[in-house]
Nanobody
Framework: VQLQAFGGGLVQAGGSLRLSCTASVRTSSRFWMGWFRQVPGKEREFVAVYNWSGGSKYYADSVKGRFIISRDVGKNTVYLQMNYLKPEDTAVYYC???????????????????WGQGTLVTVSS
């Protein structure tokens, strides 16, 4: 499975950006697709994930209420709508996916088998 991420850029604090990530194969009902982010010198951090089965969504506390993850099943695509962006949201955002996750493991990057290229999001103050 290949993942392609798009949508990063430069935005002022308080603004919005939307990231998208498309999988190269038809996603099964067991699929999880989501986003992590990483700042240089720090570990990769969980942001949000979408469970294809049942449509459950999970967020990091730091983005809850500001970011929205959604999907387009027909396009094998997951989106991350980022609103009320803060300078501390600045990072490289990575799309990730897996078909064998369990709920207790969704926040751990090593549990995901598939990764897209990173896309840089810069939020200026």
């Amino acid at each position: 499975v290949q993942l392609q991420a798009f949508g990063g850029g430069l935005v002022q604090a308080g603004g919005s950006l939307r990231l998208s990530c498309t999988a190269s194969v038809r996603t099964s009902s067991r699929f999880w697709m989501g986003w992590f982010r990483q700042v240089p010198g720090k570990e990769r951090e969980f942001v949000a994930v979408y469970n294809w089965s049942g449509g459950s969504k999970y967020y990091a506390d730091s983005v809850k209420g500001r970011f929205i993850i959604s999907r387009d099943v027909g396009k094998n695509t997951v989106y991350l709508q980022m609103n009320y962006l803060k300078p501390e949201d600045t990072a490289v955002y990575y799309c990730a996916a897996d078909s064998r996750l369990i709920l207790s493991s969704i926040r751990y990057d090593h549990e995901y088998d598939y990764w897209g290229q990173g896309t840089l999001v810069t939020v200026s103050s």
